[in-house]
């Protein structure tokens, strides 16, 4: 079953990024959960938000994904891009939305 979600940028309620992409994420809980805690911690049903120490640590988790992983490169390109939009400012959140 494919579970797609939506993610932005929020820096005092107002969105100041938006992902290019929906991300599917049911492939996330078949990889070790010790590789990618962050992604573990993405719903497919509820939203789930990141605040910037947080998005520092996605944006690392990213880069030790499989090749082989579901996460196409555009939108592991798109999503690290608003991570470390994210990271730069601590009054940010990076905001993902379930279904």
Not at 36 to 54: C, E, G, K, R, V
Not at 79 to 97: A, M, V, Y
């Amino acid at each position: 079953m494919t579970t797609v979600i939506t993610y932005r940028v929020l820096r005092f309620d107002e969105v100041v990024a938006r992902g290019g992409h929906g991300i599917d994420i049911s492939w996330i809980w078949e990889l070790d959960r010790d590789l990618i805690p962050m992604l573990w911690h993405l719903l497919a049903y509820a939203d789930t938000m990141f605040n910037s120490s947080q998005a520092a640590s996605l944006l690392t988790e990213l880069d030790r994904l499989p090749v082989s992983s579901a996460l196409v490169p555009a939108v592991r390109d798109d999503l690290k891009r608003l991570c470390e939009i994210t990271s730069r400012h601590g009054h940010s959140q990076l905001w993902f939305f379930g279904d």
